[in-house]
């Protein structure tokens, strides 16, 4: 009973059941058309619950309560089944009872399921003339089913639950692997300039005494590479990483043109544009490159049919260097909400820059862009 997979087949199931009434009738005729015509709103809102339950219940109610009146004012008799309701208006309820529980806030699903039962209640009374007759049989069968639509909706509402948790877990984390992947990129950053920063230190230490004018020409080096090296720890952020990363070399343009050549000899037409500034830093390569490879296996796993992947790494005119890579196919269910997705969010978030994924008029498309200062 997914919330939106089940709608269409329950909706199939009521126009059904409410033909079948008309067919038992030889066709409405008078009062009957009325009763029958009354117990139509209660199976459209069974059907909208799945989506919208604002008025679900009081349109139930109102449907029962006035076809009920109609039956007894006409004096209709419409075939039952283990309910004092007819065999629509029965199936309808129980759609209902099933969302509720499942959807609504516990103290909701119970003033939604008393009401349909008090109003079922009433229907044997006015219908049945239950109080007088006798007729245990129908409100019995009545329960049953009832209790049967709680148990549905509890099951269903407890296989929510444990999904929402897993999906929580599963986005915490790909949000953890991309920020332990950032770490060591961090590391290898850091380490380069502090590298270079160590190597001149030790040049001036060297000349210092014979040639202090070298020793000092040698400062803004140092200089260059700390500032260099903070602006990198001020991007990268985040915990220790365990495991390996992308393979990355310090040509971007390189490392993005090798990763297109690998799509392009699994079958996909792939178009190439870039546009990058002479001095792209490290970390800013390195995630480029994180993004039009995880943006391409994206294409591989679940776009459905793509004759067509571009890709495009180019400089705005906001000091930023923008991202696209944009297929053809027809989005997969994966495509609209898979890891991969969460993670390039939580690395461009990180770097300060924009991020936004989503399906465009033939195809899907990411586009980041990533401030080349590390400027929000």
Request: aromatic residues 6%; contains cysteine; glycine residues 10%.
């Given at each position: ?24 009738m ?49 004096d ?25 529980v499942r ?15 008090a ?48 999906l ?6 790909a ?20 590298t270079?920063?160590?190597v ?152 300060g820059g ?17 401030p ?5």
């Open positions: 009973m997914d919330s939106h997979r089940g709608q269409w087949p329950i909706a199939g199931v009521l126009a059904l059941l409410m033909l079948g009434e008309l067919i038992l030889n066709g409405p005729r008078g009062g009957e058309a009325l009763v029958w015509l009354l117990g139509v709103p209660l199976c459209i809102v069974a059907v909208t619950s799945f989506k919208s339950r604002d008025f679900v219940v009081p349109v139930a109610v109102a449907s029962v309560l006035a076809s009920s009146v109609a039956m007894r004012f006409f209709v008799d419409l075939p039952t089944i283990l309910s004092p309701l007819t065999i629509a208006e029965t199936a309808a309820c129980l759609v209902i009872t099933a969302v509720v959807e609504e806030t516990r103290r909701a699903a119970t003033w939604s399921v008393g009401s349909l039962m109003v079922s209640f009433f229907a044997a009374i006015v219908r049945d003339n239950w109080l007088f007759n006798g007729n245990y049989n129908e409100m019995f069968g009545a329960l049953v089913l009832g209790f049967a639509a709680v148990g549905t909706g509890l099951y269903f509402r407890a296989r929510d639950t444990e999904s929402g948790r897993l929580a877990a599963a986005v915490t984390d949000q953890k692997e991309e920020r332990i992947a950032l770490a060591r990129e961090l590391h290898d950053v850091v380490a380069h300039h502090v270079g920063m160590l001149q230190a030790q040049a001036a230490l060297e000349v210092s005494d014979d040639d202090p004018q070298a020793a000092h020409r040698l400062l803004p080096g140092i200089v260059r590479s700390g500032t260099e090296a903070l602006g990198a720890m001020r991007r990268l952020v985040g915990t220790l990483r365990q495991g390996e990363h992308d393979v990355a070399t310090t040509d971007l343009a390189a490392d993005v043109i090798s990763a297109v050549e690998r799509t392009r000899e699994l079958g996909i037409e792939t178009r190439l544009r870039i546009d990058l500034p002479d001095d792209v830093p490290p970390e800013l390569g390195r995630s480029v490159l994180r993004l039009v490879q995880e943006s391409l296996t994206n294409v591989h796993k679940h776009a459905q049919g793509p004759t067509m992947i571009d890709v495009e790494i180019s400089r705005t005119g906001r000091g930023a260097l923008r991202v696209v890579v944009a297929d053809d196919g027809r989005p997969g269910e994966l495509n609209q909400g898979g890891y991969g997705l969460v993670g390039m969010r939580e690395r461009v978030d990180l770097l924009l991020f936004s994924a989503g399906p465009r008029e033939n195809g899907w498309q990411v586009l980041a862009e990533l080349l200062e590390g400027k929000k």
